[in-house]
Nanobody
Framework: QVQLVESGGGLVQAGGSLRLSCAASGRTFSNYVMGWFRQAPGKEREFVAYISSSGITTNYADSVKGRFTVSRDNAKNTLYLQMNSLKPEDTAVYYC???????????????????WGQGTQVTVSS
């Protein structure tokens, strides 16, 4: 089992920045690929970013590419999402996820990830 706890959400004006963190506990953090998903009110959960277990490989949704950066510190068992140039359409609950490499094939499907945090709210005002 892996436990994930997000933090760092909040209210920010359009154009501003936020940094989300996800603290992991339980199994060996560096064994898992990680990612971020988000869900806005009335919308389906959507992929935001992916990072490999080593941190070398990353993938992003087109909507956040060039604005968001995913990273991880395996020594601290922590995943990050740096969000810059935030837009009102980025408003959502953001979820940290973890999965095993053999199951996470597409990287963008929510059902490939076994472990989810409780989510943290990000609200961007216009």
């Amino acid at each position: 089992q892996v436990q994930l706890v997000e933090s760092g959400g909040g209210l920010v004006q359009a154009g501003g920045s936020l940094r989300l963190s996800c603290a992991a506990s339980g199994r060996t953090f560096s064994n898992y690929v990680m990612g971020w998903f988000r869900q806005a009110p009335g919308k389906e959960r959507e992929f935001v970013a992916y990072i490999s277990s080593s941190g070398i490989t990353t993938n992003y949704a087109d909507s956040v590419k060039g604005r968001f950066t995913v990273s991880r510190d395996n020594a601290k068992n922590t995943l990050y999402l740096q969000m810059n140039s935030l837009k009102p359409e980025d408003t959502a609950v953001y979820y940290c996820v973890a999965g095993v490499i053999r199951k996470v094939r597409s990287k963008v499907r929510a059902d490939e990830y076994d472990y989810w945090g409780q989510g943290t709210q990000v609200t961007v005002s216009s």
